[in-house]
T-cell receptor, first 111, second 121 residues
Framework: GQSLEQPSEVTAVEGAIVQINCTYQ??????LSWYQQHDGGAPTFLSY????GLEETGRFSSFLSRSDSYGYLLLQELQMKDSASYFC????????????FGSGTRLLVRP | DAGVIQSPRHEVTEMGQEVTLRCKPI?????LFWYRQTMMRGLELLIY????????DSGMPEDRFSAKMPNASFSTLKIQPSEPRDSAVYFC???????????????????FGPGTRLTVL
């Protein structure tokens, strides 16, 4: 089976940098994705790492290390609007179009 | 495209009543997913369809839940009879090939609807 672990909550200051980690146990997967969800909203796709290494999209970067079963989402120049929940997810090799989501990390950005 | 459309946005019903949630996926998408989200259990996949055919319903909690996809532009999730523990936000999501991107990449992005907040009293 698949399982993903994330910290439940992270707090950071506006303008700072924060890293949200995701460790996983899986027999095989296509890659690691990240989704953002604001309170009362729907999850929205942020990034995907199919290969090891760093992917950068504006203020957000995501990293994957398959050998360490580990990935992270890095948010730079934090803004108040970044306060949200962040979910890592993997695509299951056995059922390749299904996403398995982590439990989510709630990020609170303080002024 | 208007994105994934769900209705109703809010539903309040009494225990024992039948509830039907509706979803219209993004045109051209060939996968449709139904999720349930609660504080206790997080985001759970209930069932998903490929080209209108149910592929995996292992997440459906029990026989009270059923889902159909009669055509490529419409799906329903039905709960009969409803119970207070079914109270949650139900999301529909769709995915499909994205022009210019590899298939491996495309299907990592699921597009979620706004959700239906269900309260069963």
């Amino acid at each position: 089976g698949q399982s993903l672990e994330q910290p439940s909550e992270v707090t950071a200051v506006e303008g700072a940098i924060v890293q949200i980690n995701c460790t996983y146990q899986t027999s095989g997967f296509y890659g690691l994705s990240w989704y953002q969800q604001h309170d009362g909203g729907a999850p929205t796709f942020l990034s995907y790492n199919g290969l090891d290494g760093l992917e950068e999209t504006g203020r957000f970067s995501s990293f994957l290390s398959r050998s360490d079963s580990y990935g992270y989402l890095l948010l730079q120049e934090l803004q108040m609007k970044d306060s949200a929940s962040y979910f890592c997810a993997v695509r299951d090799l056995d059922s390749s179009y299904k996403l398995i989501f982590g439990s989510g990390t709630r990020l609170l950005v303080r002024p | 495209d208007a994105g994934v459309i769900q209705s109703p946005r809010h539903e309040v019903t009494e225990m024992g009543q039948e509830v039907t949630l509706r979803c219209k996926p993004i045109s051209g998408h060939d996968y449709l997913f139904w999720y349930r989200q609660t504080m206790m259990r997080g985001l759970e996949l209930l069932i998903y369809f490929n080209n209108n055919v149910p592929i995996d319903d292992s997440g459906m909690p029990e026989d009270r839940f059923s889902a159909k996809m009669p055509n490529a532009s419409f799906s329903t999730l039905k709960i009969q009879p409803s119970e207070p523990r079914d109270s949650a936000v139900y999301f529909c999501a769709s995915s499909g090939a994205i022009p210019g991107l590899s298939r491996a990449y495309s299907y990592n992005e699921q597009f979620f609807g706004p959700g239906t907040r269900l309260t069963v009293l």
